[in-house]
T-cell receptor, first 114, second 115 residues
Framework: KNQVEQSPQSLIILEGKNCTLQ??????????LRWYKQDTGRGPVSLTI?????NTKSNGRYTATLDADTKQSSLHITASQLSDSASYIC?????????????FGTGTQLKVEL | KAGVTQTPRYLIKTRGQQVTLSCSPISGHRSVSWYQQTPGQGLQFLFEYFSETQRNKGNFPGRFSGRQFSNSRSEMNVSTLELGDSALYLC??????????????FGEGSRLTVL
């Protein structure tokens, strides 16, 4: 069973609009939670990394939040652009086991249209 | 500063063959980890190497193996290929392997098609 669930699976929004992507995880305890953006045919690129003690982290128009009590995270995209069209992947790094043995969500496919 | 380089970018093999994929990390990075990405399963961790030693291993059969050289370059090998091995294989590098706290930098991947 995947320990990182993302919703929605796909999303279409108009350019300039905001959107929020959700991530629920059961990995516990965890070291950090990350959000990656993956363009089609490219490798993932890191957007934010949050430790369990952080509530929010921003990177330009991207803002991630983390609620360790409910084991939920969200990624908010403000004033979307066509270039935001990509897959957004939530990733949890377990505290035990160490290294980069990450658990990945299956991603939310975002399409931004004119 | 050059990014993570993976070769080859695309390759086609037939069932039963073996394949070797290469990854050159960012200069100065000592940790290299490998991931398999398929449409059905998403990204899954294969293994991680640090200073030529395998530090962690995912839940993949023994047909999947890897190694790291003294210059931190890494290779992964898949033997006796199966149709289900068709995937994008991603390599990522980081400075260390400190409990997964380092930022990971991914390569563009090697897309393997098994016929």
């Amino acid at each position: 069973k995947n320990q990182v669930e993302q919703s929605p699976q796909s999303l279409i929004i108009l350019e300039g609009k905001n959107c929020t992507l959700q991530c629920n995880y059961t990995v516990s305890p965890f070291s950090n939670l990350r959000w990656y953006k993956q363009d089609t045919g490219r490798g993932p690129v890191s957007l934010t990394i949050m430790t369990f003690s952080e509530n929010t982290k921003s990177n330009g128009r991207y803002t991630a939040t983390l609620d360790a009590d409910t084991k939920q995270s969200s990624l908010h995209i403000t004033a979307s652009q066509l270039s935001d069209s990509a897959s957004y992947i939530c990733v949890v790094s377990p505290l035990t086991g160490g290294g980069n043995k990450l658990t990945f969500g299956t991603g939310t496919q975002l399409k931004v249209e004119l | 500063k050059a990014g993570v380089t993976q070769t080859p970018r695309y390759l086609i093999k037939t069932r039963g063959q073996q394949v070797t994929l290469s990854c050159s990390p960012i200069s100065g990075h000592r940790s290299v980890s490998w991931y398999q990405q398929t449409p059905g399963q998403g990204l899954q961790f294969l293994f991680e190497y640090f200073s030529e030693t395998q530090r962690n291993k995912g839940n993949f059969p023994g047909r999947f193996s890897g190694r790291q050289f003294s210059n931190s370059r890494s290779e992964m090998n898949v033997s006796t290929l199966e149709l289900g091995d068709s995937a994008l294989y991603l390599c990522a590098s980081s400075l260390f392997a400190s409990q997964g706290q380092d930022e990971l930098f991914f390569g563009e991947g090697s897309r393997l098609t098994v016929l």
